[in-house]
């Protein structure tokens, strides 16, 4: 299985917590940067001939916020320069601040399948403290927009005086609404951004305090039918992230943009971080990949575990052996042992248990350390 993810920078208002490569002040750049966007699309499908990929991925910044025939552009260039296996899921991230009807019907005209929409909490005052653009209001616009399609809902947790009340109305609003998966995961606060001044007043619920709103979360999802795969991802059965799924199982992919990441035979590589750069490199012809190493076997190892520890399913045994010619318990016999009471392992999957996933770092730093 192998993804490719497309970068789009630009965005109306960048958001108090964020902490992505994003402009907020070039939009007056988008042609220009989608241009180059497609000449780096059709380098790495001239390298990439031999791959066939089975998601497609819009992130940001706000991939809505540009014009919609960008996108359009975009995904011909890929159907032009990928081989796409039929059927590929194909997502495309969405602000309900910057969507209307003319925009979604040019989406579903280029092949988007499904949507990712960023609401984050339903409380008109969080969504203004987090600096979003939008309100409910918006957010139930755009699902009437897109009902019949496949959408998915971001929900967000440890925000300034948000209660489990407020959590409640948020979940019931994306369910209500259509939504057949939902991401719900804690605010991440970076250094540099301006919510990080609230983290240092003390304004922001403490990490029991978020834990506590995660339990509450995940139970009312499964009430309303939304099944965990992953720590912070629910959906009604059927209806999974096949692209994240293929993160989480090691998969490759190759990241197309500024500051994308990409993942191929083995060698890890990402784009140059700056705007100017990345188009300076693509215009004279040049790849803007600006570090790349090879991973090691011990690395693999480790990356192979850590990313399916974070799902439902675990480990599998088998795949771990058929991959690396070696057993986990070989390879982590005392991370094993230190962390045997928060596992299971059931039929071939090594797998933590539930009430323990949403701290799986802290059990995952048993594997980090071991000597190999």
């Known amino acids: 299985m192998a993804g490719i993810y497309i970068h789009v920078p630009f965005c109306r208002h960048k958001c108090s917590y964020c902490d992505f490569v994003s402009y907020p002040d070039k939009i007056n750049?988008?042609?220009?940067?989608?241009?180059?966007?497609?000449?780096?699309?059709?380098?790495?499908?001239?390298?990439?001939?031999?791959?066939?990929?089975?998601?497609?991925?819009?992130?940001?910044?706000?991939?809505?916020?540009?014009?919609?025939?960008?996108?359009?552009?975009?995904?011909?260039?890929?159907?032009s320069c990928f081989k796409l296996k039929e059927n590929a899921e194909i997502t495309l991230e969405l602000n309900p601040g910057t969507i209307g009807e003319a925009k979604v019907e040019t989406y579903l005209k280029a092949g988007i399948n499904r949507f990712s929409i960023g609401l984050q909490t339903a409380i008109d005052s969080q969504l203004a403290d987090l600096g979003r653009i939008h309100n409910a209001r918006d957010y139930v616009y755009a699902t009437n927009l897109l009902q019949g399609q496949n959408f998915s809902t971001d929900v967000m947790l440890g925000l300034k005086n948000q209660t489990k009340e407020d959590i409640a109305k948020t979940i019931e609003l994306a369910a209500a609404c259509g939504s057949k998966h939902i991401s719900m995961y804690a605010l991440t606060v970076e250094d540099g951004t301006p919510i990080y001044t609230d983290y240092l007043n003390g304004e922001l619920p403490d990490s029991d305090e978020v834990a506590e709103m995660y339990e509450f979360g995940r139970k009312l999802l499964e009430e309303k039918g939304f099944k965990r795969y992953e720590i912070s991802n629910f959906a009604i059965p059927g209806?999974?992230?096949?692209?994240?799924?293929?993160?989480?199982?090691?998969?490759?992919?190759?990241?197309?943009?500024?500051?994308?990441?990409?993942?191929?035979?083995?060698?890890?590589?990402?784009?140059?971080?700056?705007?100017?750069?990345?188009?300076?490199?693509?215009?004279?012809?040049?790849?803007?990949?600006?570090?790349?190493?090879?991973?090691?076997?011990?690395?693999?190892?480790?990356?192979?575990?850590?990313?399916?520890?974070?799902?439902?399913?675990?480990?599998?045994?088998?795949?771990?052996?058929?991959?690396?010619?070696?057993?986990?318990?070989?390879?982590?016999?005392?991370?094993?042992?230190?962390?045997?009471?928060?596992?299971?392992?059931?039929?071939?999957?090594?797998?933590?248990?539930?009430?323990?996933?949403?701290?799986?770092?802290?059990?995952?730093g048993y594997f980090m350390e071991e000597v190999r």
């Open 29 to 79: 750049y988008a042609e220009a940067y989608m241009a180059c966007l497609y000449k780096e699309l059709k380098m790495r499908g001239e390298e990439l001939k031999n791959y066939e990929f089975d998601t497609v991925y819009f992130g940001g910044g706000t991939p809505s916020y540009i014009p919609p025939k960008l996108i359009l552009g975009a995904m011909n260039q890929i159907k």
């Open 239 to 364: 209806y999974e992230s096949k692209h994240n799924w293929n993160y989480w199982k090691r998969g490759e992919y190759i990241g197309v943009g500024v500051s994308a990441s990409s993942f191929i035979a083995g060698r890890r590589f990402t784009n140059t971080f700056d705007l100017d750069e990345y188009m300076k490199c693509l215009i004279s012809g040049f790849f803007p990949a600006v570090t790349s190493e090879e991973v090691d076997v011990n690395d693999a190892k480790f990356e192979f575990i850590m990313l399916a520890l974070r799902t439902s399913k675990g480990v599998s045994m088998k795949e771990y052996q058929e991959k690396f010619g070696t057993s986990i318990g070989e390879d982590y016999p005392n991370a094993i042992k230190q962390t045997i009471k928060y596992l299971d392992l059931d039929e071939d999957n090594l797998r933590i248990k539930d009430e323990y996933l949403y701290v799986q770092n802290s059990i995952l």
